[in-house]
């Protein structure tokens, strides 16, 4: 079955800084990868997702990469904020299946 | 519109007792999920239902968990016999379809079992 890499597994970055995490994924059949926020004792909040034919989207302050040669994604907050401190997880599944494959999640902490 | 409703929020419980958990999805989501999330790891999906049919409990341990969606709306999960390594967050999603539909999540339930 799909294997979800994630890393790094903590990130701490200066107020104004970028951050960025990186997963690799194992299945080529994988055409749905999302990116999620969870705050402490909250669910899990969708930040932004990619179908397999998208390399790259852009959204207020988040950019979302995908290599599917390298079978790479990746999320880039420019800016940070301490607001922004939560654990991220990337998730990807394949098309037409609600079977979700989460990483293990990145601690991202943003520091006045 | 109401979010994925979950209950209850926390659950403590002595090895080898019962405990079921309760979602309320979004109304008119017809895919329902549910996700164990072990501490300091990402969740893990464990069962999930196209209106009341299952359609993957692969990852559900079927000796002491079971899932039900009698009327294809509201869903309870249950662990028969607890286990220490049980101790989980169990979360519960729904969505519209199971294509490229975003999943949206409760809050969960923290299980802690001693």
């Known amino acids: 079955g799909e294997q979800v890499e994630q890393r790094p597994p903590h990130l701490s970055v200066r107020e104004g800084d970028s951050a960025i995490i990186i997963c690799t994924y194992t299945?080529?059949?994988?055409?749905?990868f999302s990116w999620y926020k969870q705050e402490a004792g909250a669910g899990l909040q969708l930040l932004m997702s990619?179908?397999?034919?998208?390399d790259r989207k852009e959204e207020q302050g988040l950019t979302v990469l995908l290599n599917k040669k390298d079978k790479r994604l990746s999320l880039n907050l420019t800016a940070a904020h301490p607001g922004d401190s939560a654990v991220y997880f990337c998730a990807v599944r394949p098309f037409n299946t609600g079977k979700l494959t989460f990483g293990d999640g990145t601690v991202l902490t943003v520091k006045p | 519109e109401a979010g994925v409703t979950q209950s209850p929020r926390y659950a403590v419980l002595q090895e080898g007792q019962a405990v079921s958990f309760w979602c309320d999805p979004i109304?008119?989501?017809?895919?329902l999920y549910w996700y164990q999330q072990p501490r300091d790891q990402g969740p893990q999906l464990l069962v999930y239902f196209r209106d009341e049919a299952v359609i993957d409990n692969s990852q559900l341990p079927s000796d002491r968990f079971s899932a039900v969606r009698p009327k294809g709306t509201n869903s309870t999960l249950k662990i028969q016999s607890a286990k220490q390594g049980d101790t989980a967050t169990y979360l519960c999603?729904?969505?519209?379809?199971?294509?490229?539909?975003?999943?949206?999540f409760g809050a969960g339930t923290r299980l802690s079992v001693l």
């Open positions: 299945d080529s059949a994988t055409a749905y």
């Open positions: 999603a729904s969505s519209q379809g199971q294509g490229q539909n975003t999943l949206y």
């Open positions: 990619v179908l397999s034919n998208v």
């Open positions: 109304s008119g989501h017809d895919t």
